[in-house]
């Protein structure tokens, strides 16, 4: 017996030491004791931030996070699980509540209202108090000053920093328009969305943003159609009608003019290569409108001279422009159609954009220093989207569930089903397709839903905040959405957290207390191995 056991020891011991010298084909030990050791050198920066980059996937939930890592590691030809997207890699993760002031489940006008202005509000405003009721122009106007709220781009300004919004959605869109806009309804993007006679006669948020924010100087997305006059032909088509505004004015001539009268060196541009064309270095405002509507879907986008860049092109030309100004920039940039993808239950079209969307973060990482750029990545909400099925590691993540797979929990109805489904939206049908031979790889193949709806709801589960840099150890629990704001502004030392800004003591990153508690920490892990 005694020798027995010391035989089965030895074995053992034997057994240990080649999987921790990493014979195995994947050694658990060593990659999870490679993300300890990186984990006790970690060291709060508690420095200013001189600039700070929010990433906001629209609808990226954190379903959407975990298929998107594997859709990327699979087009690369491996297994896709244990891909790691380029956020992932951010020292400091939080979640965020998103809720707003009257929705359990909310949308993205309000939630953009509380990452960018620092207050829940309620369904559809922007950049208002919940004061103000949803499409109330008169208590808008009647409240004023008073009920709007200020986002981390005005905030930015008023520090002299320099600020930029880039988006794949049109310009006006909720998301971007939290930005810089205050709206009752986030549907008053030009004045033919405004009924005078329902709404009131409120500022529209195009006439808002050449207004009262041509001081933002970069500006980047789709949209155009908001800014000219319906008599107008589109200058990608030549077709009249596509444009929207009645009031006459041409907001791109406006723009323009203001900056001339700035002395500066400005470019409108709506085609790739006159984008392409401008020289981040000899600029200080860029207004980029590439399309009437959105911007178009990355499987879908015409990389030609007449076409549009991708996100991490114009993330790139920002961050090239705003960071030669010494005093630092605020940027924000939306992945905006993840969202639009799994409205329409098309979940491939989803996956890609939020490949695109970390390839954006990748570029932006690359071209900033940590020590001094705070890098947020979130979503504003997320969507009713799931993988499932016990599906085998490596499985297509857009294919059915593989057969052995579905052998350990059949359907009723015994007809094969994708791991990608929705909880509601137009993938209804009754009764439910039968799914053989249906090439669910498509970009526009439609995932079942449970619930037949046009469009998707969002969901109202929480959603990831993923930082690096200046104050990211801030994001450290469960947070409500309205922190990130905060956050922001107190790494940068703006609005409410310009005054008290101890920039001297604060300047010093750290110091040497906290590089003595790391190394302490480094002896008592070795201590704990002896
Ligand atoms: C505004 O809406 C009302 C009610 O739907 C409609 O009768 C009216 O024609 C609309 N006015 C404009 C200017 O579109
Ligand atoms: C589903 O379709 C395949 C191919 O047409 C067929 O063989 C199978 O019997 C169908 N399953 C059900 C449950 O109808």
Excluded at 245 to 271: A, C, F, H, M, P
Aim: with cysteine.
């Amino acid at each position: 017996m005694k020798t027995r056991s010391v035989v089965s020891l030895t074995i053992k011991l034997f057994i240990g030491v080649l999987l921790s010298k990493g014979i195995q084909c994947t050694n658990w030990n060593e990659i999870a004791k490679e993300s300890l050791k990186n984990a006790l050198k970690l060291q709060p920066n508690t420095g200013i931030a001189q600039n700070v980059i929010v990433f906001v996937g629209d609808g990226m939930g954190l379903s959407t996070i975990n298929a998107a890592r594997i859709y990327k590691g699979q087009k690369q030809g491996k297994p896709g699980e244990e891909t790691i997207l380029e956020f992932e890699k951010f020292p400091h993760v939080a979640l965020s509540k998103v809720y707003g002031t009257d929705k359990q489940v909310p949308e993205s006008a309000q939630t953009a209202t509380a990452l960018f202005c620092g207050v829940k509000t309620n369904f559809n405003i922007l950049g208002l108090r919940d004061s103000v009721g949803t499409s109330d122009c008169n208590a808008q106007k009647t409240q004023g000053k008073t009920a709007e709220v200020s986002s981390i781009v005005r905030h930015a300004i008023e520090q002299g920093k320099s600020t930029g919004v880039v988006t794949t959605t049109r310009i006006t869109h909720a998301t971007p328009a939290a930005t810089y806009a205050h709206a009752a309804h986030r549907d008053w993007e030009s004045d033919a969305d405004i009924n005078s006679t329902l709404h009131g006669d409120c500022k529209d948020i195009a006439l808002q943003l050449i207004n009262d924010n041509h001081d933002i100087q970069v500006v980047l997305g789709g949209g155009r159609r908001a800014f000219l006059p319906v008599t107008v032909p589109d200058p990608e088509t030549n077709a009249i009608g596509v444009n929207k505004r009645l009031d006459g004015r041409n907001l791109i001539e406006t723009w323009e003019t203001i900056q001339q009268g700035k002395s500066k060196n400005y470019r409108y541009v709506w085609r790739k290569q006159d984008f392409d064309a401008v020289d981040e270095n000899n600029i200080d405002y860029l207004l980029g409108l590439f399309n009437p509507a959105h911007m178009e879907y990355e499987l879908e986008r015409d990389t030609g001279n007449n076409g549009e860049p991708s996100l991490t092109e114009m993330t790139a030309k920002a961050i090239k422009i705003l960071r030669r100004n010494k005093k630092g920039f605020v940027l924000v940039v939306e992945g905006g159609r993840i969202d639009h993808a799994h409205h329409d239950n098309k979940a491939k079209k989803a996956l890609e954009e939020a490949v695109q969307f970390d390839e954006a973060i990748k570029e932006a990482v690359s071209l900033t220093s940590q020590k001094e750029t705070l890098i947020i990545v979130t979503a504003d909400h997320s969507h009713p989207f799931s993988l499932t099925g016990y599906t085998n590691r490596g499985n297509d993540i857009l294919g059915l569930v593989d057969e052995e797979s579905f052998k350990v929990e059949p359907t009723t109805d015994h007809m094969p089903y994708s791991s990608l489904l929705y909880g509601n939206g137009p993938g209804y049908r009754s009764p439910r397709q039968n799914l053989t031979g249906i090439n669910t790889d498509d970009k526009d193949y439609i995932q079942q839903s449970a619930v037949p709806l046009e469009y998707d709801t969002h969901s109202g589960e929480d959603v990831g905040i993923f930082a690096q840099g200046p104050m990211s150890h801030l994001f450290h629990g469960v947070h409500e959405q309205h922190y990130v704001s905060h956050v922001v502004q107190y790494a940068a030392c703006l609005g409410d957290y310009s005054e008290d800004c101890d920039k001297e003591s604060r300047s010093s990153t750290s110091g040497s207390t906290t590089q003595f508690l790391s190394l302490f920490a480094s002896l008592c892990f070795i201590f704990s191995l002896m």
